[in-house]
C-alpha cells in the first residue's frame, strides 16, 4: 500500500491553480446554461445586443477534448479548435492543462476538498488495473474508424457552431448527471485516492503522455539541496515519488506529472521549480535506484479489477458512446474493489471460525 496523504494549505501556487479551475468552472457552467436558454430569450425579444451574445455563445458550443475525434473526420467545430488548442499547450507546456484547465481535475480537487472538510482523507493507491485507460480509447474511435471506411473525410465541414456543448454522450437529467460526476469523482477518491480518475480511466492522459517525452517542455527541477524529507511525496496527488526523481536526475520526468505544482509549493527549503532550463547540474544521489508505483494489490486482482473495468466499459459504451465509457468503467473498477474487499472479509470470517 502506499503511503497515507498528509495534506497541506495550499501555498501561492496552488491558490492560483484552485482560482484558475474555480474561474473555469463558473464559466462552463453559465456557458452550457446560456447556450441552452438564452436561444429562447433571443426569439422572445429578437434584440440586436442579445442576438450577437447569444450567437457568439451558441457558436462556441462544446469544451472537451472529445474534438480529437472532430479533428479526426474533418469536423472543423469548436470542440475541434478546443481540442487543437489543448495540443498546442501540450507541445509548450507538458500535461499543465491537467493541472491547471481540465473541468474534471476541478472536480475531483472538489471532491478532495469536501472529503477533508468530513475528516476522510481516502489513501492513494495504485492499481495496474490502470492500463485499461488504453481500452477507453476503443468506443471512443470506432466511430472514427467507421466514418474513415464508410464515408472518408466526405463530410468534412467548417462550422465552429456545429457541435452542442451538452451532447449526447452525456445523461440528460439532472440527476443522471449528478450520478455521473459523483461516481467519477467521490465514487472513485473514496476507494483509490486523489486523481483517481486522472490515474485510472481517463484515456486522454495517455493520450497526453506522448508529449512528455519533448525535450524543451518544462518540468518539475531540483534547483536547490534537497533535504530528503517526503513531503513533496506525500503531497503529490499523482503518487509520484518526486523526491527519488529529483535526488537521481534533478528533474521530474515520470509522464504522470500534471504540472499542479504542488511539489513546488510544499517544499520547505524551496529547493523545486517549474522550468524549461536544461539540466547541467549533477545530481545530489545519481545512485538511487529508481522507484515504481508499486500496486497496492496482486497481480491476479489488478487483472480482475481491469476486467471488471471492460466490462463495465463495455457494458454502457454499448448501449451509449463515448463518455459513458468512462461511468462504466468507473462502476466496473468500483464494483471490482467491493467484490474483492467481500471475498477478503468472508475469507477472514472463514479461517476465524473455529474447526469442529
Ligand atoms: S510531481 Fe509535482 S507537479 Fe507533478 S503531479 Fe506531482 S506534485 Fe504535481
Ligand atoms: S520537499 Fe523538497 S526538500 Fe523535501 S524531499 Fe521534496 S524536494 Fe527534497
Known sequence: MSKPIRRRRPGTLNRARLGVLMALCTVLGFHVWAWYHLGDRRLDNGGVVAGVAVDAWHAVGKFSFSGLASVLVGHFNMAAVFCLAVIASLLLYGRLFCGWFCKL??????TEAIYARIGFRPELVHTRARMVRMFAFVPYFLPVLYVWAEKGLSTAYFNLGAVQPWTPDLPSTVIGSLFYFAVITFGLTALFGRRAFCRLVCPF??????????????????????????????????????QNEVLRQRVVTDPECIRCMICVDVCPVKALKYTARPVTEPAQAPQLAPTFRESAFPIGVDMFLASAAVIGGVGLATRYTGFFVFLGMSLGLIAGVAAVGLVGLLTRAFARRPAT
Open 105 to 110: 481535475s476541478a472536480f475531483q480537487e472538489l
Open 205 to 242: 492522459a495517455l493520450f497526453f503522455q506522448l508529449f512528455e517525452k519533448l525535450p524543451w517542455i518544462p518540468r518539475i527541477q531540483q534547483t536547490g539541496r534537497c533535504i530528503r524529507c517526503d513531503v513533496c511525496d506525500q503531497a503529490c496527488p499523482m503518487g509520484i515519488s518526486v
